[in-house]
C-alpha cells in the first residue's frame, strides 16, 4: 500500500483509543457500564442493518425519512461517511481476498486488514458510480461530505444527558461513547479480519470468508460471514435456528409496523445447501 499518509480522522482514532483508557482512572458505575452497553448496540444495529445490509447490498426497503436517520446513527460510529462505506464495502465483494481488496488478511496481512486501511488517508476516496444509487439523495451526500458531525453530535449529547442524571458529564461521555467507540470499531473491524481466517466454512466460496459464532455474537450477526458471501443479497445472515442474527431479528419486527419493507433472504435453492 505504500507510506501510509494520516488525516484528521487517523489522529481522532488514536485520541479515543487513549480517552478510553481513562475509564480506569474514573470511579465504576454499573450505570455508565449500561451506557457504554446501549450505545455499542444501538450503533452496532445501526452499522450492520444501515452501512452493510440497507446501504452496501439493499436488503430491505425503507423510506426517506428513515434512511436518513439510520444513515445519520450509523454515521455516529465513526466510521466515516455513509457512501463511503457502501462503496467501500461493495468493491469488497468484488474483489475478496485478492489483492484490491484493500481489507483481505489473506493479502495484506491481519493489521492492515483489521484497521490499517481505514487509518490510511489514501483509501479515503470512493469512486461514486459504485454507489450512485444512494448518491442521488442529495441529504445522503450532504452526511457524507459531514460525516464529523454525527459523531460528535452523539458525544456533545451524552456529556450533557450525563450531566442532567447526575452521573458527570465527563464521566458519561468517557464510558458511553468514547469506550463504546473504540469496542465497536473493533468489533466492526474484526469481520474484515478475523472472518476470514477463524471459523467454519459451509460454502465453497471463491474468497476465504468464515462463519463464527463468537463474532456473531458481538456484531449482532454479521460473524455468519460465509453465509454472507456466498449470497450477500440476503438480509438474514444466519441459517440455521442456532445462527443468531439480532439485526435480522430486529429489522423483521420493525417490518410488522411498517418502518421496514420487502426484506430479502436466501432463495429455497440456496438455503437448501446450507447442510
Not at 489473506?106 to 470512493?126: C, E, F, K, M, R
Request: proline letters at 3%.
Amino acid at each position: 500500500m505504500g507510506r501510509m499518509k494520516v488525516s484528521v480522522s487517523t489522529v481522532f482514532f488514536y485520541v479515543l483509543h487513549v480517552w478510553a483508557l481513562g475509564v480506569f482512572f474514573l470511579p465504576f458505575a454499573w450505570k455508565l457500564v449500561g451506557a457504554a452497553a446501549f450505545l455499542y448496540v444501538l450503533r452496532m444495529f445501526a452499522v450492520t442493518a444501515g452501512y452493510h445490509r440497507y446501504f452496501s447490498h439493499r436488503t430491505f426497503q425503507l423510506g426517506r425519512v428513515s434512511q436518513f436517520l439510520l444513515a445519520f446513527l450509523a454515521q455516529s460510529s465513526g466510521q466515516k461517511g455513509v457512501l463511503w462505506w457502501g462503496a467501500r464495502h461493495r468493491e469488497h465483494h468484488r474483489t475478496s481476498d485478492r489483492p484490491e481488496d484493500v481489507h483481505s488478511p489473506i493479502a495484506h496481512g491481519l493489521w492492515t486488514s483489521h484497521v490499517g486501511w481505514v487509518l490510511d488517508s489514501a483509501n479515503d476516496d470512493y469512486d461514486p458510480k459504485g454507489i450512485a444509487d444512494f448518491a442521488k439523495y442529495p441529504e445522503l451526500v450532504w452526511l457524507d461530505r459531514n460525516h464529523w458531525i454525527c459523531p460528535w453530535a452523539l458525544g456533545t449529547l451524552t456529556f450533557f444527558v450525563g450531566r442532567w442524571l447526575g452521573w458527570g458529564g465527563f464521566a458519561t461521555l468517557t464510558w458511553g461513547f468514547v469506550l463504546s467507540t473504540v469496542a465497536l470499531w473493533h468489533a466492526t473491524f474484526c469481520i474484515n479480519s478475523l472472518a476470514h481466517l477463524w471459523g467454519t466454512r459451509r460454502f465453497d466460496t471463491p474468497d476465504r470468508s468464515r462463519n463464527n459464532l463468537l463474532l456473531a455474537l458481538l456484531t449482532l450477526g454479521e460473524g455468519w460471514h460465509n453465509n454472507h458471501h456466498h449470497y450477500q443479497g440476503s438480509c438474514r445472515q444466519g441459517l440455521k435456528w442456532w445462527e443468531v442474527d439480532v439485526t435480522f431479528y430486529t429489522l423483521k419486527a420493525l417490518s410488522w409496523v411498517g418502518v421496514v419493507r420487502g426484506i430479502r433472504t436466501f432463495p429455497k435453492q440456496m438455503a437448501a445447501e446450507r447442510g
